[in-house]
């Protein structure tokens, strides 16, 4: 049967019920009947056992995997249509991202046969993915002829010179020579096919001096002979450099409508320490050469902090020493292994796993450009992956079953089992030689209301202490893992929720408001330090439009880019609280970006927007200027 005589479409309906219908059909396009087979596929919405199947019977569902099979003698012959349809489903899809991602046929001898799976319809309504990046047309009227992303602090120019040659140091400090040096790699690797924007020699003669000014500030003083640049340090003017190659490309590229002033000041300074994002590499897989890339795509946009989110229930990423069974079982999906196929992923092994050599190409690139990389492995939920792996760290005497929001049974570290710290321990320890960041995030965040209930452990734990909730179980474990984090000399970052049940200590640690923006203002109360990063307006994943084909997902709303642009972080905080708001952070979550075509899509211009707003003041973002020059940015290199 060749790879493409199989063909799998789904159309779902907002009928039967308040999730709707979801109808699947499949096609044999062969010239063989089929029979004795399984249909596995994934997807994003979730058949439970409970759920009424009309045409087919619920072999295995784990999350959004799904086995099926055909009634009782039943052969699909060729050119004919095998169609399931299932009512209530677990919620209503907003999206075709939330509908079926990959899928294939298991033959009774565990023969494996491709399938084609289409993007899930609408009643029935055509349509394609969107999956092309959003443009913009002019700069608005009386906008500055300066293509700077995010935009300055302060701004005077005026008049235009030649931008034929490249930027050059005609005298510099040691530190202002190697910010030029990264600063000219940088470019060189965004812009591999246009004239170097930095060089030895050219027609843009730059002076690079020392100046009392904030760490990363910097200002830039525009001569008709010369461009003198001042910063108190290396990422000042690493950062003067950035602004100064962003306007020579623009210039360049659009020398219609932007040049590179002949007279003039700029004075810049950020609005925030952390200006971060996010990016989940445990649900798929991210090649070291992409986070390379976007390591580049931060530093240009002036972002300093790359979130690695390592762990989570459907995958592990790092190679840690005594613990093989990550390598082989955790980091892995597909069909017939403990992890099955998830997320669009195929029957195929699919994965990865960072060794030492790939995390140090990754921090020797961040620490060029002035990136700080923070790594996260996700506890005590999130672990579904790492409990496959090591089944050793439940309690044995547990009983039943408690499923977490994406639908994983009991995928949470139990607190109560020694060896857990005996793990943990020597996951820090790793983490804390490959990484050089003062911060370790260790999750914390939806733990299932009834995790542990079954564990005998847990219970006595429980009990000895007095503790009525699940919540202070999770808070003496996150305790226990951030002294393991004090003693290594590191600090403690973790979600929102471990703030809950007494929570971790606020010394030495922050936390990430996710959930809404208020939040953040109630952790402060608490005395914790505060990034930012509400799923309504931060979270990239989030779908920008109503739109069907517009991909990504729908449990916090739409998020279109002026939202993302207009939202304020730290408005409306009291005084008393402000200095605990460290800054902002875009979070990128992986679950629907099985296909890298979708992350120029999805990441921006809401990515730069956020950049712009952890950077630029309030009163100086203006929405019709920003949208003409983030056109002129780089995004992701797809093949």
């Known amino acids: 049967m060749a790879a493409t005589s199989l063909r799998l479409d789904s159309d ?83 999206h075709y991202s939330a509908g079926l991602r990959s899928a294939y046929i298991i033959l009774a001898d565990g023969t494996i046969i491709p399938v084609e799976a289409g993007p899930t319809t609408r009643k029935h309504e055509s349509g394609l993915p969107r999956l092309e990046a959003t443009s913009f047309s002019k700069l608005p009227r009386g906008a500055l002829p ?119 000041v700029i004075v810049d300074a950020p609005r925030f320490a952390w200006r971060g994002m996010l990016l ?5 897989v991210w090649r070291v050469d992409d986070l390379l890339r976007i390591l580049d795509l931060l530093a240009w946009r002036k972002l300093n902090r790359f979130h690695l989110h390592l762990s989570d229930d459907e995958g592990w990423r790092l190679d840690i020493p005594g613990y093989p069974q990550l390598v082989d079982v955790a980091a892995w999906r ?41 790594p996260e492995i996700d506890i005590p939920g999130h672990s579904y992956a790492l409990l496959q792996a090591l089944p050793e760290l439940r309690d044995p005497s547990e009983i039943g079953v408690y499923r977490s929001f994406h639908g994983f049974p009991n995928n949470a570290l139990n607190p109560a089992v020694p060896k857990t710290y005996d793990f943990l321990q020597t996951v820090f320890d790793e983490l804390g030689r490959l990484f050089p960041s003062p911060w370790i995030h260790i999750g914390g965040d939806e733990v299932p209301e009834h995790a542990w209930l079954g564990s005998p452990l847990a219970r006595a734990l429980m009990q000895d202490h007095g503790w009525k909730h699940v919540a202070q ?27 809950l049940g007494g929570g971790i200590d606020a010394r030495d640690s922050y936390l990430v408001a996710w959930q809404n923006s208020a939040n953040g203002i109630t952790l402060a109360e608490q005395g914790y330090d505060v990034v930012l990063a509400p799923a309504e307006a931060y979270y990239l994943n989030m779908a920008q439009s109503d739109d069907w084909w517009d991909p990504g997902a729908s449990w916090g709303g739409t998020v279109p880019l002026e939202r993302t642009y207009a939202y304020d972080p730290g408005g409306g905080w009291p005084k008393q609280i402000q200095a605990q708001l460290l800054g902002v952070q875009a979070c990128l979550w992986s679950e629907k970006l099985d ?45």
Request: proline fraction near 7%.
């Open 280 to 284: 989940d590499v445990a649900r798929q």
């Open 146 to 264: 300066v293509s700077i992303l995010p935009f300055p602090q302060r701004i005077d120019i005026a008049g235009q010179r030649d931008t034929i040659g490249a930027l050059y140091l005609a005298e510099a400090t040691r530190e202002a020579q190697a910010a030029f040096n990264a600063a000219a790699a940088l470019a060189r690797r965004l812009y591999p096919s246009g004239p170097e924007l930095f060089g030895e020699a050219g027609v843009i003669a730059c002076l690079a001096r020392h100046a009392a000014m904030p760490e990363e500030g910097y200002r830039i003083d525009f001569g008709p002979s010369v461009v003198t640049l001042l910063a108190g340090g290396q990422k000042g003017f690493f950062y003067g450099y950035v602004t100064l190659g962003q306007i020579l490309h623009a210039a360049r590229n659009k020398p219609g409508e932007f040049s590179f002033p002949l007279t003039g």
């Open 473 to 499: 179980l999770q808070s003496h474990f996150l305790r226990r893992v951030q002294e393991m984090l004090r003693r290594l000399g590191r600090h403690t970052g973790a979600w929102e929720e471990a703030a």
């Open 12 to 94: 779902w309906s907002p009928t039967y019920g308040e999730a709707g219908t979801l109808t699947l059909t499949l096609d044999n396009l062969s010239d063989q009947p089929l029979e004795n087979f399984r249909l596995a596929f994934t997807s994003h919405v979730q058949f439970r056992p409970h759920h009424e199947l009309l045409g087919a019977r619920l072999l295995e569902q784990m999350s959004g995997y799904h086995v099926i099979v055909p009634l009782a003698g039943f052969v699909l012959k060729s050119g004919a249509t095998w169609s399931i349809t299932v009512h209530s489903l677990n919620y209503a899809p907003q």
């Open 334 to 374: 597909g069909q017939g292994r403990a992890i099955p196929p998830l997320l669009g992923s195929p029957p195929e092994p699919y994965g990865i796993i960072y060794s030492p050599a790939d995390i140090a190409e990754l921090t020797r690139r961040a620490e060029q450009l002035l990136v700080t990389i923070v």
């Open 595 to 639: 296909d890298r075509w979708l992350f120029n899509r999805i990441a921006f211009p809401r990515l730069s927007a956020i950049a712009e707003s952890a950077w630029t003041p309030s009163v100086g973002k203006d929405i019709g200027r920003f949208q003409v020059m983030h056109a002129l940015m780089p995004g992701l290199n797809v093949e």
